[in-house]
């Protein structure tokens, strides 16, 4: 009788937290300083929609490449270990001794992220798609480095687990014999006929499997990202982190497909890969032309690893990128085709054919929205009432806020949070909580009891946050 009186008061207190909490919160959300000072110290849960190679802050990154003499293209800002037979390539210590390394630092920074970006000079979604090759060359070999920097700005605003796409997984399987089924794939995902798209991939399966896939995500499973994780104490008490593989949109057929095989072997056979995606621009000429073929492509995996759990970069997309009718079917397809546990982004959803039933069946499955406003707000240009979040809040689609590439884009957890609050005025402090909550429930963690102890976790920041705010 005594612990139920106990835990009847307990929650009675909780209750009367966290509705003062709530009443700051409604005080405050007009003001962009006293919003950060609430949300950097609010428990954020994870980061569901994160790229670790855009996720590095560029300094680092700039750091490693001169201690390292890159050569720097003087033209470009890219950066790489050996010199190229063209362009105007300097290495870093020559452009030290020059006494010009100070200046292309600045312009270096202005070109790997949206440092001093202006919003005129060069179009942003080209700027943000552009940094990658050019700070990449600097990540191999500081993997690990990079990781301790993502766990320890987590941890400091209160984010307690990080799901990235760390790396595509190397695959040195020959393909050139296959360069056929490029068309084969091609013409009959033209025709609409998925039986003839479902037996060709089989039969690119097969070859796969007898050139040794599985070795290559193994490989990968086990020398790279376990032992980096392991050796580097990611997860502990304060942090989790997890891993997804993906592919890339603007490859051939045949080579994306090989690479997503290995993707959801590797996903299907450890712990710490968590599931699978497919990134680069939605709107290059592959990703535009090949969508519906892509789609089946993880129908078909699906069939043959149904534990694999992946989320899909879809409706990444705005009008005047392309022509209206391209608005109209990527979320569609990317969940009735493909069969997405989330949704990446999906910014164009107000136009997508048969919008409100598209949105009744994504809550009625429980397949949440990765909001990224700070990312669609600078590659896209969507923000405010343009963005689609009230669609989807409307609708009861689970809502997951996260980042995206918070690196380039010079920003973090926070300010998402941030921008939401004061943006939309409609979405209240126990939404805001319940979207913290969804990014550890929605999360591809495979192990449940890590799950449910994060969720735990959560219970115990959100009681010791909102004893902040005592009765006034």
């Not at 942090?239 to 072997?265: C, G, H, S």
């Not at 608005?327 to 409100?356: C, F, P, Q």
């Not at 809550?363 to 990224?372: R, S, T, V």
């Not at 406003?373 to 689609?397: D, M």
Request: charged share 25%.
């Amino acid at each position: 009788m005594k612990i139920c009186i106990t835990l009847i008061i307990s929650a009675i207190i909780n209750l009367s937290q966290a509705q003062n909490a709530n009443n700051y919160f409604e005080k405050i959300r007009d003001n962009e300083a006293e919003l950060t000072a609430f949300f950097s110290q609010m428990p954020k849960g994870g980061d569901l929609h994160h790229h670790f190679s855009g996720s590095i802050y560029a300094e680092p990154m700039l750091e490693d490449a001169i201690a390292d003499d890159f050569y720097l293209n003087t033209s470009t800002m890219e950066v790489l270990k050996e010199k190229p037979e063209t362009g105007n390539w300097e290495r870093f210590s020559t452009l030290n001794k020059k006494g010009e390394l100070y200046a292309y630092k600045q312009k270096i920074m202005e070109k790997w992220s949206a440092k001093d970006y202006n919003g005129v000079s060069y179009p942003s979604d080209k700027l943000f798609f552009e940094s990658f090759q050019k700070f990449s060359p600097t990540i191999p070999g500081h993997f690990g480095e990079g990781l301790l920097e993502l766990k320890n700005r987590a941890i400091s605003e209160n984010l307690s687990y990080i799901e990235t796409q760390l790396s595509t997984i190397p695959a040195d399987i020959s393909t050139t014999d296959l360069a056929t089924f490029n068309a084969q794939l091609r013409v009959a995902a033209s025709n609409k006929d998925e039986k003839a798209v479902k037996k060709l991939l089989e039969s690119l399966y097969k070859t796969f499997q007898k050139r040794d896939a599985k070795k290559y995500a193994q490989d990968f499973n086990i020398n790279f990202v376990a032992k980096m994780h392991n050796d580097l104490k990611i997860d502990d008490d304060k942090f989790t982190m997890r891993y997804q593989n993906f592919v890339l949109r603007f490859m051939e057929p045949v080579d994306l497909f090989k690479n997503l095989v290995v993707a959801f072997i590797s996903a299907d056979s450890s712990d710490l890969m968590a599931g699978v995606n497919i990134v680069s621009p939605e709107d290059g000429d592959n990703s535009m032309n090949d969508y519906w073929l892509h789609m089946l492509m993880f129908k078909y995996c699906h069939s043959i690893f149904p534990d694999v759990k992946y989320t899909l970069h879809a409706g990444e997309l705005t009008l005047g990128l392309v022509q209206p009718e391209d608005l109209t079917w990527h979320i569609n397809d990317a969940i009735y085709v493909a069969g997405a546990n989330r949704i990446g982004h999906g910014v164009d959803m107000a136009y997508e054919k048969n919008s409100y039933s598209l949105l009744q069946y994504m809550a009625k499955q429980q397949i949440p929205i990765e909001i990224n406003l700070v990312s669609n707000e600078f590659i896209l240009r969507v923000k405010e009432n343009r963005h689609p979040i009230s669609l989807y809040r409307n609708f009861n689609v689970p809502i997951v806020i996260s980042t995206d590439d918070a690196g380039i884009l010079r920003t973090n957890m926070t300010e998402q949070y941030v921008l939401l609050a004061k943006r939309y005025k409609e979405v209240s402090y126990s939404e805001i909580k319940q979207y913290v909550y969804n990014s550890i429930n929605f999360s591809f963690i495979k192990n449940e009891k890590v799950k449910k102890e994060l969720v735990q976790d959560l219970d115990k920041r959100f009681e010791k946050f909102e004893a902040n705010f005592p009765l006034k």
